[in-house]
């Protein structure tokens, strides 16, 4: 009775042992991301495997016999259907279903390594950014939200269990793997999404979310106007490339997590980026593929969608960058290339949707050839236009770095170089809009915040979120 418990002592030396953490949700990120790659872990998975390999064929055969019945693939999508949120919340392309991270959150300060993504201004001076963050060896998407129009930032929702395996680095995908989560958009200061691969939705202000059913394998994009939600996605999609078809979708802030199919279109050939440009009746889709555009823009006609009537100064080169003013005037801005020099462009402009085209300039904008190429209407006399950002990779040196932001207050017949607060990124902006009013914003993705215009693209401020 006497002698010393070997069981007891053993417990008691590694309790004394246990060095206390301070308790918010990044720790219990890197508690979960640790346990992913624990050896039970990985002996299950193992496991898994060899019965998952023998349903695996299975299920091949089946999938063939189906795809062949169905021209839409599993789903049989059509004009007019509605993808609606399944009763256990499950998703086509979706990777570890099981794990919940929608569940709420409590807010807390914003953790030092994160990094903006993608922003959203959402009215009344809130505004949501999503980023990363740091959770041990990996990275874990961050939803940050401001209510001081951004000079202050609480992180609401931290997303473990996604598919960051190309979210970050030097070259990263546009369209991103099922599971990922890369970009944010909010209808009000309530309802919004994230979304980027998968689609997730909130209610409460980013403390919980709700995963998505959608049309398609993949989401491209999504955009807002008015409380409708248009939804970009496509099937086909692996290793950052889609083969098609695309599809238009659409919800509202009454039903937020059901999407209703509009209209779908066969692709000419694989494509890496694609993007959705929406305001009051106008519906604008943009693919390309190594920075190239693949196609004329498709435009959303009587729920068809229609290849927009092209300018004929622009000759063969297809119509990029396609943007609507932010102001009332639903006036449509885009670029074409000139065919002798790449990297200048000329400016055309339309009032009447697509109908008849404006030129404003020929060759006045020279733009380095890196990364992406964004641009973005306040009103039909201020424009912003950048260039770069880790989707397409490349660096800027010398007159070029300068040039990666450029700014226009007549329409797009001249440009210039802004003041800058400090050198702009050398891999430049990875995308530029403007909610309204006389604001920009330019994303760079590689570096920790973003920037801000007050005063139509003249002088800037960088926006590194704090709490």
Not at 178 to 195: E, K, T
Not at 380 to 385: A, R, T
Not at 449 to 459: I, M, N, P
């Amino acid at each position: 009775m006497n002698e010393p418990d070997l069981v007891d002592d053993f417990f008691a030396k590694h309790r004394d042992a246990i060095e206390p953490a301070t308790p918010n949700d990044v720790h219990w990120q890197q508690v979960v991301q640790t346990a992913r790659r624990s050896p039970m872990r990985t002996a299950g998975k193992a496991w898994g495997g060899v019965i998952a390999a023998a349903v695996a064929a299975m299920l091949v055969l089946a999938g063939v016999w189906i795809w062949k019945q169905e021209p839409f693939g599993a789903d049989n999508i059509r004009p007019g259907q509605t993808v609606a949120a399944s009763e256990d919340g499950s998703e086509r392309g979706t990777a570890d279903a099981g794990d919940d991270m929608g569940a709420a959150q409590l807010p807390q300060g914003v953790p030092a390594t994160f990094r903006t993504w993608s922003v959203s201004n959402a009215g009344s001076g809130t505004l949501y950014n999503l980023g990363s963050t740091e959770c041990g060896s990996d990275i874990c998407p961050t939803l940050l939200r401001s209510g001081a129009d951004g000079e202050s930032w609480q992180a609401v929702h931290i997303f473990n269990g996604t598919d960051t395996s190309s979210a970050s680095g030097a070259d990263v995908p546009n369209i991103q793997p099922d599971g990922a989560l890369s970009d944010v958009r909010f209808v009000d200061s309530q309802v919004g999404y994230v979304y980027g691969g998968d689609l997730w939705v909130t209610s409460d202000r980013g403390v919980s979310f709700d995963k998505v059913n959608h049309p398609g394998q993949t989401v491209l994009d999504l955009e807002i106007w008015e409380g409708q939600v248009y939804l970009l996605t496509a099937d086909g999609c692996v290793q950052g490339t889609c083969s098609g078809p695309v599809y238009v979708s659409f919800s509202s802030r009454a039903n937020p997590s059901s999407f209703t199919t509009v209209d779908s279109a066969a692709l000419s050939g694989p494509i890496d980026d694609a993007s959705v440009v929406v305001k009051d009746a106008l519906v604008i889709v943009q693919t390309s593929n190594d920075g190239r555009p693949m196609q004329q823009p498709w435009m959303l006609a009587a729920e068809r969608l229609e290849p927009m009537k092209a300018p004929e100064v622009c000759g063969s080169s297809p119509l990029e960058a396609v943007t609507i003013t932010a102001s009332t005037d639903a006036h449509m801005f885009a670029l074409c290339r000139l065919s002798q020099d790449r990297g200048a462009f000329r400016v055309v402009s339309s009032n009447d949707q697509a109908q008849s085209w404006v030129e404003h300039s020929v060759g006045t904008l020279r733009l380095p050839q890196i990364g992406q190429l964004s641009l973005g209407a306040a009103d039909p006399q201020h424009l912003v236009v950048t260039v770069g950002g880790p989707r397409g990779g490349g660096t800027s040196s010398g007159d070029d770095a300068r040039r990666v932001l450029q700014i226009s207050a007549d329409g797009g017949r001249s440009w210039t170089v802004p003041r800058f607060p400090q050198p702009p990124p050398v891999n430049g902006f990875d995308w530029t809009g403007s909610p309204g009013g006389a604001e920009f914003y330019a994303v760079p993705r590689t570096t920790p915040g973003f920037w801000v215009s007050s005063d139509f693209g003249k002088s800037w401020k960088v926006v590194v979120p704090k709490s």
